[in-house]
């Protein structure tokens, strides 16, 4: 399983892995260090990628960004890392019967092509044509099906440029031919139709009409227990007065001036009498020379190092978060009212999808954050009965589903349909360059 992600994009394969590894697989995960520590915990074999996880997502997703800065901050990770990248992604392959990937595109095609094995797309949020909502990244204007669907060939046409560029000399030298610029999702390897899998619930994103047949909707994959977890004696006391606090993280976010979103979040709080625990995390608040001496000192602020989401999330009343994919799935499995506030990259979309099903208020941009929009939007979530109502009728039908079970289901049905090469011969990606 391979993945650039952070916390809440190796999760879901964590999740997944042991999944698998219960049915008698062996899994490796190739991620960045700091999620090592929870791989490893999980019973399965860690793969350390070279690079910075906090330079890369700090590159890559800034305050008040658009498509055009994010493609720029892309074509600037993708320079960085894609030699040091590709060769790991390739060692860390080798011996698989698999691969299992999220965001590489045609880099993990191009190494599951290169071994002869299939490979499983899994997605967190539409990235595949719908004439329903835009690609993640686009701006969300009221425009109809066919802006929804002209963003999403944008898209493709934009990363495919930037893959033939940065894979073509790679491919080139491992003797196949570059792959195709398309305005669409290109799921082939060979003969091969590569299996996708959404992490994403039908009752907030009902499967698109638009989609073929090779797309699975597995659900939002979350923890079915939460894992055993000792809070400190403070977190605990914190956590047990009445009324319950709020949950307040940034997750990985390490772009913009943390510092100033933790100023505006305590003044916030000492307006309205609410208290909450922040969890540090990945921030770039979480180096403790970021925290400002207003959150160190406030009573209405408990600052963690570490808590489980899905333990924790049994203990507050509502949450305030980014909109990462992982900590808004984990927020409604667990019936808390939201309310996003999106750095950017696919998070405006989970704002959007959280404000239009009445979880939460209407979304704060990271770079329209301050002191008067916030304490208006935290008097609405604690204030608007119908946010818990609906939040709690989500987690019921949440609670049902089982995406790690369904993607396991998926890829042990697929890998037993893949054409073998029979024996004694070799597969074409495994045939060598004639000079």
């Not at 002191?371 to 946010?387: G, I, K």
Request: net charge positive; aromatic share 10%; with cysteine.
């Amino acid at each position: 399983m391979l993945s650039i992600g952070t916390t809440g994009d190796v999760m879901p394969m964590i999740l997944i892995g042991e999944e698998l590894s219960r049915r008698g697989h062996t899994v490796r995960i190739a991620a960045f260090e700091p999620l090592g520590k929870a791989i490893r915990a999980a019973g399965l074999e860690f793969y350390c990628l070279p690079g910075d996880a906090y330079k890369y997502i700090g590159t890559l997703i800034q305050p008040g960004g658009n498509p055009v800065t994010f493609v720029y901050n892309l074509t600037k990770s993708i320079k960085a890392l894609v030699e040091p990248l590709t060769s790991a992604l390739m060692d860390a392959s080798q011996g698989a019967d698999a691969i299992v990937l999220t965001y590489f595109g045609s880099m993990g095609y191009s190494i599951a092509e290169k071994l002869g094995i299939p490979c499983f797309q899994l997605h967190y949020y539409p990235m595949d044509i719908s004439g329903d909502v835009p690609q993640a990244i686009m701006p969300r204007l009221k425009l109809g099906s066919a802006y929804n669907k002209l963003t999403y060939s944008l898209t493709y046409l934009t990363v495919g440029g930037l893959e033939y560029h940065y894979l073509h000399r790679w491919r080139k030298l491992n003797g196949m031919r570059a792959r195709r610029i398309r305005a669409r999702p290109d799921y082939t390897v060979g003969k091969w139709q590569i299996p996708v899998l959404y992490a994403i619930s039908r009752q907030l994103v009902p499967r698109s009409l638009d989609w073929p047949r090779n797309i699975n909707m597995i659900g939002f994959i979350q923890p079915r227990d939460p894992p055993p977890f000792e809070p400190s004696p403070a977190l605990k006391a914190f956590l047990e007065r009445n009324p319950k606090p709020l949950y307040i993280g940034f997750g990985s976010m390490t772009s913009g001036d943390m510092a100033s979103a933790l100023e505006v979040t305590v003044k916030s709080l000492k307006r309205l009498n609410l208290r909450a625990v922040m969890i540090k995390g990945w921030s770039g608040a979480a180096r403790d020379a970021n925290i400002p001496e207003s959150a160190r000192s406030s009573a209405q602020l408990f600052l963690a190092d570490f808590v489980p989401h899905s333990w924790l999330f049994q203990r507050v009343g509502a949450v305030v978060h980014h909109g990462g994919a992982g900590t808004t799935a984990a927020g409604l499995y667990a019936g808390l009212p939201t309310l996003v506030i999106p750095f950017g990259a696919d998070q405006p979309f989970w704002g959007e999808q959280v404000y239009r099903h009445g979880l939460g208020p209407k979304p704060i941009p990271r770079d329209k954050l301050d002191a008067d929009r916030m304490t208006r939007a935290l008097r609405h979530l604690v204030s608007n009965p119908a946010y818990r109502e609906n939040a709690q009728y989500i987690a019921r039908h949440l609670r049902i589903e089982d995406g790690a079970s369904e993607a396991a289901d998926v890829i042990e049905r697929e890998c037993a349909a893949f054409p073998r090469p029979a024996a004694g011969t070799q597969t074409r990606g495994r045939k060598s360059r004639k000079d």
